[in-house]
C-alpha cells in the first residue's frame, strides 16, 4: 500500500481562505481532506495531513515523508460555479490526474470546469504543485460564493470527495476500493445492492464500456433503469449492468446510483 498526502488548502495558523454562505474555505478544506483520507485509509494506505502548517510545511510534510501523490483541497471564488483542477504546467502526470480528478468531482449538479496549468494563475505558479516531488493536483470543489453551489456541497459533501479519492487514487495505479467493498461508493446511497430496475446514470469519469467501446459523452448524464447484471471481475469491478436505452454494459465503478426501484 502506499502512503499519501491528503491537504487542506489555506490550513496555516494564519490562513483562512475564502468565505460565502455561512462557510470559511479552511474549514471545508479540512473537512474535505479528512473524507478522503478516512476513504484511502479503508482502502489500505496511508495518508499525511499536516493540518495547522501552512503551504511551506505542507510541501516538507510531503517530501520528508515521501509520498507517492499530493492532493490539496480549496474552495473557489469569484462568482462562478463548479469544480475545477490545476496541475503542474509542463507535467503530464499531474495533468492527466488532474483530468481525472474534476471528472469525479464535477458530480451531483457541480458543473465541470476541467483543469488549468498553475501558470494560469495570479501567482503563475502553486507552491503545492511545484515544490512536492510527487505526482500533485490542486482541485476546487466547488464555489464558496455561489448559493447553489454550497447547497448541493451540504448534501453530497461524503459523495464528490470520495468519488474524487477514488479516482485519483486508481489515477496513480493504487488500490481504490476500500475493503470488504466491490466498488467506491460514488452514489453516496450506501443500502443494498442493486437490482434490475433502479436508476443509474454514468458518471463523467467513464471511458468504456464493459465490453471495451468507448463511451460517447452524450451517454453521460442521463438517468437509466438497470435491464440485466452479470458478475465480472474487470478493472475495480465485479459486476456490470445493461442499461436500457443505450442497451450497453457498463462497469459499476462507472455508474452512479439515481434511485432504487
Known sequence: MAKLGFFGGHNGTNESGASGNGLNEKAVAKEAATIATNYAKRCGHTVINAFGSDINGRCNAANSNNVVGVLEFHTNAGGGQGAESFYCAGANDSKNLAQKTVNAGAIKGLKNRGVKPDTSTRFGRLGILRDTKASAVLHELFFIDSASDVKIWKANKTAIVESITAAFLAGLGLKSTPSGSSTPNK??????????????????????????????????????????????????????????????????????????K
Do not use: M
Open 187 to 260: 452514489s453516496g446511497g450506501g443500502g443494498r445492492a442493486w437490482i434490475v430496475g433502479d436508476k443509474v446514470k454514468v458518471i463523467a469519469a467513464a471511458t468504456h464500456y464493459q465490453t471495451g467501446e468507448k463511451i460517447p459523452s452524450f451517454v453521460k448524464g442521463p438517468t437509466y433503469k438497470i435491464k440485466q447484471i452479470k458478475s465480472v471481475n474487470q478493472s475495480r469491478s465485479k459486476r456490470a449492468y445493461l442499461l436500457d436505452s443505450i442497451n450497453s454494459w457498463v462497469l459499476e465503478q462507472d455508474c452512479q446510483l439515481v434511485a432504487y
